[in-house]
Structures are given as C-alpha cells and as structure tokens.
C-alpha cells in the first residue's frame, strides 16, 4: 500500500516518478507537505536563478519607448542619439529574457525534486491568468508567476493575492493603471475624459476570489475598482518592483463593498479590500473547489472541499494547511486515476520519465502546438482544468505525433520507462503492447499515449 502510495504521490501531485525521485519519497504526505515550507520554496527560487525581474524588464521598455520617439524624429536626432541601440534591438533583447524566463521554469519543473511545488505555481499562475498580449505583457506575464506566486505559495492565500493584483503584469493586463477615480484630482481635470476602469475589479471578485453567483453585485464591482484607482505602475521604476501608488488618481471617500465599509484612505483602502475578500468563506470554497478539482477530480469531492473551507476560515487562508487537509484526506489517494493531464503536464511529465532535458521544437513551440502556450490563454479565466477540453480527437492527434517525435530521441529502454515512472500503477495490458510493439520508437509511444499515463 505504502508503495503504491509512492507512486500516486508522484504520479497525481507531481510529474511522475523515476527512479531518483522515488527513492527520496519515504512518506508520501509528509514529502509533499514539506514542498510547502519557507525554506523548500526559497531553495527550489533560488535555483531558478532567473536573473531577471519586473523592474529590469520595465526599464528596457521604458527605453525601447524613447527609442521608437527617436527614431520616428530621425532628423533631430544628436549624435549622441544616433549612438544608442536600435528599438529593435532592445525589443529582440526583451523578447529573449521574458522567453527564457518561461524555458527556464519549465526545465527546472522537469528536473526538480520538489514537482508538487511547482505544479501549485502552474495552478496558481492559471488561477491569476494574464496573456502575453503586445510587447508589454510580453515581458512581465512571466514575472508574475515567479515574483507574486510562487514566493507566496508557503504563505497565506491574502499574501499571495496582494501580490499579485498590485504586480505590473496584472495592473497593465486588466488596464487598472487606466483607471482614473471620477471626483480624484486627475479625474476633475480630464473633465470626464478619462474615468473609471473596472476590468480589475470585476476579475478580483469572479474569478480572483468569491466566484461567480457569491453574492456580489455590480455595485460591490464598481466600489472596488474606486478604492484600487491609484494602483499603477512606476514606469522607470527606479526605486521600485513596479508598482506605484498615484494619489492623484484615487477616488477619495469611504467605501462599502460586500456589507462591509471601509474608511481608510489611499492605498491602504484597497488592500484591506482585498485582504477580507481573501479571508472570505465564498473565496475559501471557490479556490478549495478549484484545487480539488485540478488534482482529485473534475468532479471534487464535497467532502473533501468542506474540509478545506473549514481549515481556510480556521487559518485565515494559510495554504499549506489547506493543502494539507486535501493531502490527508483518503479520497485523495484512489488507485483510480481520475485527472486528465493538460499539455503541460504532459509535456513535462514525458520530459521527466525519458530523462529528456530539451526538445525541438522547444518547450514553448511544443505546448503551442500541444495547444497550452504559455501566457496565452487569451482570456483573464485561464485554460481549462478539465477532461471534457483536453480529450478532444484533435488535440489527442496532436499529443500522438508530439509523442512519436520525441520518442525518437530517447534513450532509455521503453520497459524501464513505464516500470520506473508508474511501478504499481502500470497497467498488465500496457506492459504487453510495450513488449510487443515493432520498435523502441513504437514502445515508448504506446506508453505515453496509455490511459494511466495520460491521467493522474
């Protein structure tokens, strides 16, 4: 049973097992709640080693500004301008930093010891979805998953959505860094120009945290997106991570929003907001929901839910505890696996079992065309967390040929894959296709494409 359980804490909280990561998992609840300590999440940021960060990324597109200016006034340029790089230049130069970023995270997932953390961070970074949509987002979407997540994943839930709604990539994704409070001294000077922006809000309260159908109302939408006018971004970002608190730009007054009024001024206002949103029973039970769902089952079990939402109030929203009511719960840890894997998952769990540490196309190509691009979502709601969208014949053909292509650059022998990767949980009928197959290529294809591989 301990064994078996091995396997399953690998296999549905991780991405799969191989031969190194079972011998460190000695017992499977306590090795996936030690993922969930200050430390382990400090070692596994630390050797990501991104070397890149928002205030890096918001300086070079506040040069790649002045230098598109420049360039479009070529004939009163100085000599000195003339000197500068091109626009193109630095454009290419973000690009490449905000790409590695993403490679760099995925690689680390495939050859980390600690893969329950960064399968959160993947659930996390969908929960608080942003697309890479035009050249700014392009270079900060990434920055959110590594600078507002997962730092926050051994902490508190109202931590981590603080983070995040104050991050650039959120403020500039959902325009909040438009948003101009009606009676605040910008907002009497634009005359009615320029005004209020509820993209933000409106996302905080449905999909951030209460969910739809909590109770809210529109009244409660418009109340929020007042007391978070104000919350931009730095654009030189001199001093800062990027986030910038324009007093200029708040709507003054207090605000009452989901029965609550809230009297602080300034800053101070939203983030109080936000931290009792965070602390709310309705978030407690959409996230909890949201995370059953993602590693148990398309169809959570309440029990389960309940027993999270209970932990949640009890904690104030500290995760690791909530988590841990999930984990220890025998629902958890049927011997059916009932999850379908996303793109991502496959592609990182394949990587995984065949000691695979770079493919062509390369990761980000590979989930384009697998239909899981990174950041792109194209929608504040993520991709989808269920079977229903994934099993599609379309995108199973795509999984197929993705499968035989990398398949060909395995080493490994294709019975000590499956053996190594689901131990107790490979199936007698896939042991046989593999041992009968035509080829090596054949085999490995066949075990990938297996049902027990497939889910989790």
């Not at 079972?22 to 382990?40: E, F, G």
């Not at 971004?233 to 800062?240: P, Q, Y």
């Not at 986030?243 to 101070?268: N, Q």
């Not at 049902?451 to 989790?456: A, D, L, S, V």
Request: with cysteine; glycine share 6%; proline share 4%.
């Amino acid at each position: 049973m301990e064994n078996t359980q091995t396997y399953i804490a690998a296999h549905r909280f991780g991405y799969g097992a191989n031969k190194k990561l079972i011998k460190q998992i000695d017992q499977p609840k306590a090795w996936l709640l030690n993922q969930m300590t200050t430390d382990s999440v400090s070692t596994e940021l630390s050797a990501l080693s991104l070397n890149w960060n928002s205030r890096q990324a918001i300086q070079a597109m506040a040069l790649y500004r002045k230098q598109k200016k420049q360039e479009k006034n070529v004939n009163q340029m100085s000599n000195e301008s003339m000197m500068m790089a091109s626009s193109e230049t630095t454009k290419k130069r973000l690009n490449k930093q905000s790409m590695q970023v993403v490679k760099l995270t995925i690689s680390h997932a495939i050859e980390s010891n600690n893969p329950f953390f960064w399968r959160l961070v993947d659930f996390f970074s969908n929960h608080f979805s942003v697309s890479a949509n035009g050249q700014n987002m392009r270079a900060l979407a990434p920055l959110l998953e590594s600078e507002a997540i997962a730092p926050n994943i051994a902490g508190y839930f109202s931590n981590m959505i603080l983070a995040v709604e104050s991050h650039p990539a959120m403020l500039i994704y959902l325009n909040n860094e438009q948003s101009i409070g009606p009676n605040s001294k910008a907002g009497k000077r634009s005359k009615g120009k320029k005004g209020l922006n509820e993209n933000l809000a409106r996302e905080i309260m449905e999909l951030h945290t209460l969910g739809v159908g909590a109770g809210y109302d529109q009244a409660d939408v418009t109340e929020l997106a007042r007391a978070i006018t104000g919350w931009g971004v730095d654009g030189a970002a001199k001093s800062t991570a990027g986030f910038m608190f324009r007093k200029g730009l708040h709507e003054p007054g207090k605000r009452d929003v989901f029965g609550k009024v809230y009297k602080a001024a300034g800053v101070e206002q939203g983030r109080q907001i936000l931290k009792d949103l965070a602390l709310n029973a309705k978030t407690a039970e959409f996230v909890s929901r949201k995370l059953v769902t993602h590693f148990i089952s398309d169809d959570a079990p309440q029990r389960i839910v309940d027993e999270m939402v209970k932990v949640w109030l009890e904690t104030k929203g500290y995760l690791p505890k909530v988590l841990a009511a999930m984990i220890n719960d025998p629902l958890s840890w049927s011997e059916q696996n009932n999850k379908f894997k996303t793109p991502r998952e496959f592609l990182i769990s394949t990587c995984q079992a065949c000691g695979v540490k770079r493919v062509r196309p390369d990761f980000v190509k590979s989930l384009s065309i697998l239909g899981q691009q990174p950041f792109s979502a194209g929608s504040p709601a993520g991709y989808k967390d269920t079977q229903e969208y994934w099993a599609g014949p379309r995108a199973m053909m795509g999984r197929i040929e993705w499968a035989e292509h990398v398949s060909k650059f395995v080493k490994r022998v294709p019975t000590n894959i499956a053996n190594q990767t689901l131990g107790p949980l490979l199936d007698e009928r896939t042991k046989l296709l593999i041992s009968r197959a035509e080829s090596k290529q054949q085999a490995i294809t066949l075990f990938l494409m297996s049902p027990e591989f497939q889910k989790r």
